[in-house]
């Protein structure tokens, strides 16, 4: 199990010592507000919102060449997001993406050794950009809110290992994970997420990767954090946006790609039954990229192998990753 450790850092933003940055998993720096603090210094009232009713928007960008990946995509979706539930940005996209990348930086460095990594992941970090309604009178009116909060971290990126990308992984198909879902917008990526934390507890005790959500008449629709694609006679399928999913950033590049690819892809209901007669799976997130799904419940997919069509998009996503960090460089 990896454990935290605090950096050691002044409010400059200067990285002083390096005890943290070469031992630690947790980041040497977290920027509350626009100000570089080590984790240790870094505050947020107990009276935020976002701590309380999970009222707050999110986003999680990962990096290739030490780039940040479709940023101003991540960030569009914050701001719909933010829009979704008439929660006011404090920052305009510029300075987003200004603080984003400010915090990356400042991340970089003396990551720990992990011999299971996907060697394409070694160095890269992912970013987490959260903005809360903010602090106020305790009570469910978001008008007690007095000023929003943001706060980025970045950490050393912890893909699936490569035996993952090689072999595949399970999902679990999850109806209820201990309640119905309920509340929330799903096409807002909110820090509302105690009915996908009891749907992973549920597919992680199933001995599976993740959890794959269903709706009322038996489809599933995503994955507690991905989206998910089947190929089935041919075509590969993915569950529609009125599904009441989130519009995943990865998903959308590899929608991109089929096209570029001329692969044949529709946007259609994916019923839990029909997942048995397909030949290959996988999921899409940014940390996952292109993950291929080989069982899912008690069922192998295409023979419990990942499948050409899955490693062909993987193939083209991380060179898509490639050019785009080549393009920042240049």
Request: glycine letters at 12%; aromatic letters at 4%; proline letters at 7%.
């Amino acid at each position: 199990m990896r454990t935290l450790d605090d950096g050691v850092h002044p409010e400059s933003g200067d990285i002083i010592g390096d005890r943290a940055v070469k031992n630690s998993s947790v980041p040497a720096l977290v920027n509350v507000n626009g100000l570089l603090v080590p984790p240790s210094e870094a505050r947020v009232s107990v009276f935020d919102r976002g701590f309380l009713y999970g009222d707050s928007v999110y986003e999680v960008v990962r990096t290739y060449g030490l780039a940040p990946f479709e940023l101003a995509t991540h960030l569009r979706r914050l701001a719909a997001s933010a829009a979704r539930i008439d929660l006011a940005l404090p920052w305009d996209a510029e300075r987003m993406a200004a603080e984003a990348e400010r915090t990356l930086s400042a991340s970089r460095g003396g990551d720990p050794p992990d011999p299971e990594a996907a060697p394409w992941n070694v160095g890269e970090r992912v970013a987490r950009i959260v903005v809360t309604r903010g602090a106020g009178d305790l009570g469910l009116d978001p008008g007690l809110a007095v000023d929003p909060t943001v706060v980025i971290f970045a950490l050393p990126l912890r893909g699936p290992p490569l035996r993952a990308y090689r072999e595949g992984v399970a999902a679990w198909p999850v109806e209820h994970a201990g309640g119905q879902r309920r509340g929330g917008d799903p096409a807002a990526k909110t820090g509302e997420h105690l009915f996908q934390v009891l749907a992973v507890k549920e597919a992680l005790a199933r001995g599976a990767h993740e959890a794959l959500l269903l709706d009322a008449a038996g489809n599933v629709t995503e994955g507690a954090s991905s989206n998910l694609f089947a190929v089935q006679g041919g075509v590969l399928v993915t569950p529609p946006l009125a599904a009441g999913i989130l519009e995943g950033v990865t998903r959308g590049v590899v929608l991109e790609l089929c096209h570029e690819l001329g692969i044949e892809v529709r946007e259609d209901p994916l019923p839990l039954a029909s997942l048995a007669r397909a030949t290959e799976a996988f999921l899409t997130s940014t940390v996952r990229e292109v993950l291929p799904m080989t069982r899912i419940g008690g069922r192998d997919v295409g023979g419990g192998r990942p499948g050409e069509l899955t490693r062909r998009l993987h193939s083209a996503f991380r060179r898509r990753g490639a050019r785009a960090a080549h393009g920042r460089r240049s």
